[in-house]
């Protein structure tokens, strides 16, 4: 009997959601796992770097690495596993993009560490004590891994041939890449595995999208009542469709919610925060500043709003504070 494909699963800095995306496959995986030989998944078996350092190089058909970059660890642990994987898939909006950790660039690793150990309304911390890569007690030394000063995608780390997006990836995209992967069918390097089509393309509410609108304001959503067939943008409510990558069909929109942009840009799109802002700004009833400021200001959170999932992805990457003398 030939032997099955090795692959390999990893968590960097995530919410875990894209873990939980593979047994979302629901009775999928069963057809994963006669196909593969799953060698390296540490948050559902116990594998330890160990057991990943003494593979042969290349041995692992597949790593899927879900979660940015924040640590040393991190950093460490994709190393090794680019080393080990003939192919290294950027799994989900973290990798992909950098994902909700990566709004953590608007500000460097001594703001973060002074506002959670100090500053934060519930902390009580009178020593100011802080964690520490490294601490010695009685002959023994501890080590943690170091935070980096800025939060990373997973190809700013190393070399990546495919990118599955979305936060997470939905089953139905992660069940097309394997089946294609497995069956030799290997696109170009670089291939984001999703149509390549904006989300507005597949969106059930396109026919009322608006060609030519003035906005006023942004509603907030939890905020208005929501007509649930009326595209987002014809009822003033802010919606990342336009320059968003579809392939999720859809499915906040057909919950009544507005798209966030979790899947990214289309390959047509440099920074999908500034393809958005572009797009909204022309379409700002009166065209002087302080119309668009008076709109723009409706939008508690830009950033976050913008570049939800895509800051350190982005041509902006991260802002750098005027006082900042760190390095990443
Ligand atoms: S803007 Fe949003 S609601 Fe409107 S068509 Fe595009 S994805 Fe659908
Ligand atoms: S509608 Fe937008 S935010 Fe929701 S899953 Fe699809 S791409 Fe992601």
Redesign the pocket.
Known sequence: MSEKPKVGFYWCASCGGCEESVVDLAEDILMVLDNVDIVFWPVAMDFKKSDLEVMEDASIFATMINGAVRTSEQEEMARILRKKSKIIIAYGSCAHTGGVPSLANQFDREQILQYIYQDAPTVINEEKTRPQTTHRKNGHVVTLPQIRNVVRTLDQVIDVDYYLPGCPPTPKILKTALLALLEGNIPEKGTVLAPDIA??DE?P??ES?PTEIKYTQFKRPHLTELDPDT???AQEVF?M??ATRGGCE?LC?DGNM??TGCFGPTSRVKDQGAKILSSICSAIDGLDERSVDRVLDTIPDPIGTFYRYALAGSLLRRKVPAKSSESE
């Open positions: 989300l507005c969106c509410r396109k999208k595209c987002f943008l919606c469709g336009p859809a929109v507005p798209c």
